[in-house]
């Protein structure tokens, strides 16, 4: 016969080992779109989060389709977390589908977005540096957007016409902005915003670890200016869609690719032919793949060119593994194989003149005081 001390310790044995799985039930269940919002949700979340990504690492957000099962995914989440400006084109069916109405974060909601034209997709052969340095920031109001309360209902994406684009059509607009490090900054103030929404329990909690979130992001962000301020400014940098807006402009360097936003669209011969052109033009030093896009091209350039393919860069996705498997470990290792391939020391000053505003963001530092 079992004593009654054996039996008062098993019970107790027993509760402790239930107490990991009820403390795992407690976190906020936390959907993202994609993994670089993922890796944000949990460096904000910490212990309280349980977060899912749709799109994976190495994913592509752009040809996602979605499953019944995420559908499911979503019912079940306390917030879900997406980037906006159209880069999921197919999220607001999703929510629809899903029956979904928790909290919304927008992730891009309150940042200067960058403008973007279809049509240059086909302007390549006029070396226009994709007119990273006139996109009318100002004509962009953010209200008309309407995700202010992260509400289902206000998201109005309907006038946009997904259906007729099959989910994928970005608008005039540049989605990337988390390749710019100090908008990447909304992104973590919405994060952290929506998570108090959900969870107000442990909204201190949420706040300092954004702060501690953004005080690593800056000291990475200075870290690649020191490194990226070595390449110099005439520099063109290929690579496989045009996801690199952002980043040129914040770092002051000009990106050019055989498409567009996009990674669905195939470039035409006349846009690979204006690209050869441009290369022996401007005495291109180096093609990039990048993890999540067709590498044929990239590979079709090289060899067409003689230029050798000096990395991959990561843009839309994280990688499995290694480095890049974050965000801020993503971002710096971009910084580091641009360096790596096309640094010239000695070109440190061609920063200062065109791109000072981007040291201040008198704008963005609102966005810690929420």
Do not use: C
């Amino acid at each position: 016969m079992m004593s009654s001390s054996l039996s008062r310790w098993l019970v107790g044995a027993g509760t402790l080992l239930a107490l990991p799985a009820a403390m795992a039930a407690e976190r906020v269940n936390v959907v993202t779109s994609f993994s670089i919002l993922a890796d944000m949700v949990e460096n904000v979340g910490g212990e309280h989060v349980e977060v899912t990504s749709l799109v994976g690492a190495d994913g592509d957000a752009h040809v996602f389709s979605p499953s019944p099962g995420d559908a499911r995914s979503l019912a079940q989440a306390d917030l879900v977390v997406f980037n906006g400006l159209l880069f999921e084109g197919w999220m607001e069916r999703l929510i629809d589908a899903s029956d979904y109405s928790g909290p919304l974060v927008t992730a891009t909601q309150g940042v200067d977005a960058r403008a973007f034209t279809p049509q240059a997709e086909d302007e390549h052969s006029e070396h226009d540096e994709h007119k990273h340095d006139d996109h009318g920031h100002d004509d962009h109001g953010h209200d008309d957007h309407g995700h202010d309360d992260h509400g289902h209902d206000d998201h109005g994406h309907d006038d946009h016409g997904h259906d007729d684009h099959e989910g994928h059509a970005h608008g005039n607009e540049d989605p990337h902005a988390w390749q710019d490090m100090q908008q990447a900054q909304v992104y973590v103030a919405n994060i952290r915003d929506g998570l108090i929404e959900a969870d107000s329990d442990n909204a201190d909690t949420y706040r300092a670890n954004a702060e501690r979130y953004l005080e690593e992001m800056a000291e990475v962000d200075s870290e690649m200016r020191d490194l990226l301020s070595e390449i110099p400014a005439s520099t063109t940098i290929i690579t496989g869609h045009d996801s690199f807006g952002y980043f040129a402009n914040a770092y002051g360097l000009r990106f050019l690719s055989p498409v567009g936003l996009s990674t669905e669209a195939d470039p035409s011969a006349a846009s690979i032919a204006d690209l050869v052109d441009v290369i022996e033009d401007q005495d291109v030093q180096a093609l990039f793949h990048e993890n999540m896009t067709n590498q044929s091209i990239i590979t079709q350039l090289a060899e067409e060119t003689g230029l050798p393919i000096a990395g991959t860069l990561y843009a839309d996705a994280l990688a499995s593994e290694g480095e890049a498997s974050t965000y801020l470990g993503m971002m710096r290792h971009n910084a580091e194989v641009l360096n790596a391939a096309l640094a010239q020391p000695g070109h440190d000053d061609h920063h200062a003149s065109n791109h000072d505003d981007h040291d201040d963001h008198d704008d963005h530092d609102d966005q810690h005081d929420h």
